[in-house]
């Protein structure tokens, strides 16, 4: 049974930075897509980041590009995401999701439904 875990979860103030991470037991990240999405009560889950371990390929909501990274840690068969210049706009739990045997299309993001595993979040708070 494949389960995804998150961490790195903070509390942080406007401008900080924060690295979540996403590892898989069960499951090893060769040839997936993987993702970051993030909820809060007020919004739909929106994705956020996503990479495709088979070529190393990204994509980025406009949102966060040019302030979030994606990275796939090879060694550790973990996923990143490197959160930098954070802005109270960013709060939100956010989820990590595998696409296994894919690659990320441009559009990944804007399908949720096709990212058959998912983790139970960590949450992320920007105070202003």
């Known amino acids: 049974q494949v389960q995804l875990v998150e961490s790195g979860g903070d509390s942080v103030q406007n401008g900080g930075s924060l690295r979540l991470t996403c590892v898989a037991s069960g499951y090893t990240f060769s040839w997936t897509c993987v993702g970051w999405f993030r909820q809060t009560p007020e919004k739909e889950r929106e994705g956020v980041a996503a990479?495709?371990?088979?070529?190393?390929?990204?994509v980025y909501a406009d949102s966060v590009n040019g302030r979030f990274t994606i990275s796939h840690d090879n060694a550790n068969d973990a996923v990143y995401l490197q959160m930098n210049n954070l802005r109270p706009e960013d709060t939100a739990i956010y989820f990590c999701?595998?696409?296994?045997?894919?690659?990320?299309?441009?559009?990944?993001?804007?399908?949720?439904?096709?990212?058959?595993?998912w983790g139970q979040g960590t949450q992320v708070t920007v105070a202003s």
């Open positions: 999701a595998a696409a296994p045997g894919q690659l990320c299309g441009v559009g990944a993001l804007a399908i949720p439904a096709a990212f058959r595993n």
């Open positions: 990479i495709s371990t088979g070529d190393g390929s990204t």
